[in-house]
């Protein structure tokens, strides 16, 4: 079973590039998040999605985007990096937004 | 704003402890509370409570929720070096369904 899968693992980019970490599920779960987590932080929502069509922001959106065209896909976007943005990223999905989530591996992003 | 508290921050014990980790929290139309374990990937789930379901136990993990004093307790007995980990606790409200983390307990089990 391959649950939540997210790609890149890792990632370097350079100040003001642009690039989209990919999530995808295969549980056909309607709800999908993403999350930021920086040391003492806990996890920070980013977007999530309550189903194909429609998103909505989180607690720290500001530079992040998103799009749900799917039931199994939900790309974030990072529109141009900030050293601010280096972070672990995780994607999680669940059949309903209150029950238990699912997550990927994580995306470990470094921004110089 | 919804508020998930951790405490303590962290704990370092020996092996056969028992360890009792807290989770308070603020959240209008409280739906869900739900515990992770966080080694050094992504989180892995442990329990979930509500309003029906108070209180959950996995051979030597429990959890019980108070819904009136608005707190959660994880309860570690006989720790064994592979509990060492970040425990995460979170809760849900029933309007947007977002779920909303504490920071998190460190946890170390020495042998």
């Known amino acids: 079973n391959a649950g939540v899968t997210q790609t890149p693992k890792f990632q370097v980019l350079k100040t003001g590039q642009s690039m989209t970490l990919q999530c995808a599920q295969d549980m056909n779960h309607e709800y999908m998040s993403w999350y930021r987590q920086d040391p003492g932080m806990g996890l920070r929502l980013i977007h999530y999605?309550?189903?194909?069509?429609?998103?909505d922001q989180g607690e720290v959106p500001n530079g992040y985007n998103v799009s749900r065209s799917t039931t199994e896909d939900f790309p974030l976007r990072l529109l141009s990096a900030a050293p601010s943005q280096t972070s672990v990223y995780f994607c999680a999905s669940s059949l309903e937004g209150y029950t238990e989530a699912f997550f990927g591996q994580g995306t470990r992003l470094t921004v110089v | 704003e919804d508020k998930v508290v951790q405490s303590p921050l962290s704990l370092v014990v020996h092996e056969g402890d028992t360890v009792t980790l807290n989770c308070s929290y603020e959240?209008?139309?409280?739906?869900?509370l739900l515990w992770y374990k966080q080694e050094k990937k992504a989180p892995t789930f442990l329990f979930m409570l509500t309003s029906s379901g108070i209180e959950k136990k996995s051979g030597r993990l429990s959890s019980i929720l108070d819904k009136k004093e608005l707190f959660s307790i994880l309860n570690i007995t006989a720790t064994q070096t592979g509990d060492s980990a970040v425990y995460l606790c979170a809760v849900s409200r029933g309007s947007n369904y977002k779920l909303t983390f504490g920071k998190g307990t460190l946890l170390t089990v020495n042998p």
């Open positions: 959240v209008t139309n409280f739906r869900s």
């Open positions: 999605s309550v189903g194909a069509g429609i998103t």
